[in-house]
């Protein structure tokens, strides 16, 4: 699962123009601690709750604020643990989304995270994550899990979501209790199913997603 994927439509940016009590009503709507500020598409920073709240003239506008976080964001095509781990090492609710350009596309909320975070719950045992691109027309899940049984390998998980790069395509997210995937990889291949990304639980990859998965769980206090 990708950043693109986990943006929240529903919160729009601020811009330069808007003021310090209108920024805080949001806040208060959205129910976010923070909000990203754009001018002309290009992201500007974060405006802070924390910052904003202590502040005497609230008519002022958000153009004569220094904004916190400037540089942190994530591209859009990256994967939801470095959405998560954005959120986590800089402790704040919300991560903006940019595109190619660099041109702002959206914000993801930590909840967003943790949403994406369920949905591939089996992260905690031991075993690997599988991408997978092909068109509607050509899904069947129980052709694959045959497949990938044939290899004494099992699905623990699967997640379908539409392909942004190909509106006749489709993804198909599995998490499986092997974590070497190159029988499985081989053989998907040889019937035509494209692989996109591939996430072990192994080696160092294995260390990389335990560590990611023990700062959400020091984030939340577990």
């Known amino acids: 699962m990708i950043a693109e994927e986990l943006i929240n439509q529903m919160i729009p940016p601020l811009k330069l123009y808007d003021t310090v009590e209108k920024a805080l009503r949001w806040m208060d709507e959205f129910r976010v601690n923070e909000l990203p500020v754009v001018s002309n598409r290009k992201y500007m920073g974060l405006a802070s709750e924390l910052g904003l709240i202590e502040l005497n003239d609230r008519s002022q506008a958000l153009k004569g604020l220094e904004l916190e976080h400037q540089e942190v964001h994530v591209m859009q095509h990256q994967h939801f643990y470095d959405v998560m781990e954005a959120a986590i090492k800089n402790k704040i609710q919300v991560v903006p989304v940019l595109d190619d350009d660099q041109e702002y596309i959206g914000i993801i909320t930590i909840n967003d995270t943790l949403a994406a ?23 069947s899940l129980s052709q694959i899990s045959r497949l990938i049984e044939e290899e004494n390998t099992k699905i623990l998980s699967a997640y379908v979501s539409p392909d942004e790069m190909d509106p006749y395509q489709i993804k198909l997210t599995l998490k499986l209790n092997a974590t070497d995937l190159s029988r499985i990889i081989a053989t998907l291949e ?33």
């Not at 369920?118 to 050509?138: F, H, K, T, Y």
């Not at 494209?194 to 020091?218: C, E, H, P, Y």
């Open 190 to 222: 040889r019937f035509e199913y494209r692989i996109t990304a591939q996430f072990n639980d192994s080696s160092t990859d294995n260390d990389v997603g335990r560590d990611r998965l023990d700062m959400l769980l020091k984030y939340l206090d577990i």
């Open 117 to 139: 975070f369920g949905q591939m719950s089996a992260l905690q045992g031991q075993g690997s994550i599988l991408v997978l691109s092909m068109p509607e027309r050509d899904y």
